[in-house]
């Protein structure tokens, strides 16, 4: 079987690679987020998750670790009023955020990165964005307080989540829904393709 490298500390994510019965290990990378845009100077949303994607992945693929697997780095921005948003950390913040989200709707861009460390693999780095509209429930000041209490939207990028306690509050969502969770399995199935793998060769 094919192995698999996940370069992010997202629980979210290796669930989702889990239950898609896809086989993995985690390596976390220690990538500064803000000291990357900072240094190519991406403002957009779109290019930004893409860029931290590949960060990530690079930054895993380094690691002698790392060697004769794959390693797919995933990263998500969301985009509101055409500014980028990513974790707020403090409940100040959240609270601000998700008051402007309540009612209205933004884009969750997800950026993957894949690289192939394989020994006699393609040595392919390659990526890709999948994004997809999220909105949002009218929402009142009472359970955005709760929310913010519960601490779940602080760590996550937009201050929200669609797995978990957030979920109640999105209305609907445009696009692959396992963006918004942020990681595509349909977009790393397109990308194992361009090194002619099947996904299903990551089955556990």
Known sequence: ???????????ARTKLLTDAGIGHTVLVSDVDEDAVTARYGVTDPHDMSLLLARAKAEAVAALPEARGSLVLGCDSVFEFDGKPYGKPYTAEVARERI??????????????????????????????????SVHFAAMTPAEIDAYVATGEPLQVAGSFTIDSLGGAFISRVDGDPHTVVGLSVFTLRGLLGQIDLDITSLWA
């Open 99 to 132: 008051s402007m989200m309540s009612g209205n709707a933004g884009v969750l861009h997800t950026g993957h990165w894949l690289i192939d460390a394989r020994g006699g693999g393609t040595g392919a780095t390659i990526g890709a964005v999948a994004s997809a």
């Open 1 to 11: 079987m094919t192995s698999l490298i996940l370069a992010s500390a997202s629980p």
